[in-house]
């Protein structure tokens, strides 16, 4: 797993989590909410969550949350909703860093990034490990 803020790939700032998968692993949605930007070529896509979270600190936010390296499964398309914990494709080893592009990781591996709305329009970025419960 590679950390929040970790510098890696030469990026000075890291601001989201890599998890380390099996080849093709299933991935699945943190939030319940709405499939947009998916990228097949970078196989990014985001969720914005469709009902207010409560994080472990505080209750109610709007999450939207960005996923990288992660295949969309077949008959998912952006604009779809899809529930909390539903499987939303499978891990791939895309590796982006922006100097190494279409080059391949060694490990499959998904990156997870997560925006937080404290007032309903923007978003800030958050430690993704707020969304995971121990
Ligand atoms: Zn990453």
């Given at each position: 797993?590679?950390?929040?803020?970790?510098?890696h790939?030469?990026?000075?700032?890291?601001?989201g989590?890599?998890?380390?998968?099996?080849?093709?692993?299933?991935?699945?949605?943190?939030?319940?909410?709405?499939?947009?930007?998916?990228?097949?070529?970078?196989?990014?896509?985001?969720?914005?969550?469709?009902?207010?979270?409560?994080?472990?600190?505080?209750?109610?936010?709007?999450?939207?949350?960005?996923?990288?390296?992660?295949?969309?499964?077949?008959?998912?398309?952006?604009?779809?909703?899809?529930?909390?914990?539903?499987?939303?494709?499978?891990?791939?080893?895309?590796?982006?860093?922006?100097t190494?592009?279409?080059?391949?990781?060694v490990?499959?591996y998904?990156?997870?990034?997560?925006?937080?709305?404290?007032?309903?329009?923007?978003?800030?970025?958050?430690?993704?490990?707020?969304?995971?419960?121990?």
């Amino acid at each position: 797993m590679h950390g929040w803020n970790q510098e890696h790939c030469s990026i000075n700032q890291h601001n989201g989590l890599d998890i380390i998968r099996n080849s093709g692993s299933s991935v699945y949605a943190m939030v319940s909410g709405k499939i947009t930007d998916y990228d097949p070529d970078t196989h990014s896509l985001t969720i914005i969550s469709s009902k207010k979270v409560d994080l472990w600190y505080d209750k109610e936010r709007k999450v939207k949350i960005l996923y990288s390296n992660v295949k969309l499964k077949s008959g998912l398309n952006n604009g779809d909703i899809v529930s909390a914990g539903e499987k939303i494709g499978t891990s791939t080893s895309d590796r982006n860093c922006f100097t190494t592009k279409n080059e391949k990781a060694v490990y499959d591996y998904v990156h997870v990034q997560v925006y937080i709305s404290y007032d309903w329009n923007s978003y800030e970025m958050a430690d993704p490990r707020l969304l995971i419960n121990y």
